[in-house]
C-alpha cells in the first residue's frame, strides 16, 4: 500500500486543531477528507487483492472421494446381476432404476447397511436427499424408500468415477475389471485414519489422484 496517495495540500480554508502529543484534545477528530482518503486506499488494495485471488484460486471442490477410488480399486468384483432395459429413457432414469434394484436385492438379503457406488451424481444426490425435482425420478425414489424402510435397508449412496467403475466395463462387452494387485494404503491405516479419510471433502480427479498418490508413497 502506497501512503504517498494520502499526500495532499492543505486549502488553507480552514482551522486546523492540533491531536498530537500534550495538545491532544478528547474532541479533536481526524478531518473528513482524512478519513476518506484512508478509507478509500484501503478499498482500492482490497478489491486488488480479491481479484488477484480469484485469479489464481486454484478450485479444489469436486466429486471424487480418495477413500471411495481406493476401495473401488483394490476391491475384488463380481457380476451379481444383468439385466436389458427395454425402450429408451434418460441416463439419469436408468442410473436410479438400477439403484431401485439394487436396493430390492439388498432387501431379498435381509437388508441392513448397503453402500451404493453411483457414477452419475445426480442420482446421487437425489437419492441421498431423497426427492427431485423431475416427476419420473421422484416416483423412483419414493419407491427406494418405500423400499428401504419397509426392509430396513441402510443406504450409503457414493460417487464412483466412470473410470473406476467396475459395472461399466460389462454394460459395454468389456470384461469384468480386477483388482489391483500390491498393498493399498487403506490397509495400513486405523480406524481413525480411515475415517478421517472418507470424511474429508469430495475433491476433483486430479487432486484425488494426487492424495492417492502420496497416502501411497507414504505406507
Known sequence: MRASSLCRPCTRDHPHVRIQGQLTKGSAVYCPGLAKAIAGLFAKHLEV??????????????????????????????????????????????????????????????GGRTALLLDSNVAVRAIAKGRSSARALGTLLRK?????????????????????????????????????EGQSFLQVLDFDGLFNLAELPRQRRWISNWVSLFLGLCQ
Not at 64 to 82: C, D, H, I, M, Q
Not at 154 to 162: D, E, H, I
Open 49 to 110: 487483492e480479491r481479484a488477484y485471488s480469484q485469479k489464481h484460486a486454484l478450485r479444489c471442490d469436486g466429486l471424487e472421494s480418495a477413500f471411495v477410488n481406493e476401495l473401488v480399486k483394490t476391491s475384488s468384483w463380481e457380476v451379481g446381476g444383468v439385466w436389458k432395459w427395454t425402450g429408451s429413457s434418460h441416463i439419469n432414469i436408468l442410473e436410479t432404476s438400477s439403484a431401485l434394484r439394487t436396493v430390492k436385492a439388498a432387501a431379498l438379503r435381509g
Open 144 to 180: 427406494i424408500a418405500c423400499v428401504s424402510l419397509a426392509f430396513s435397508v441402510f443406504l450409503s449412496v457414493l460417487f464412483c468415477p466412470t473410470r473406476l467403475n467396475c459395472a461399466d466395463g460389462p454394460t459395454r462387452s468389456v470384461p469384468l475389471r480386477f483388482r489391483r
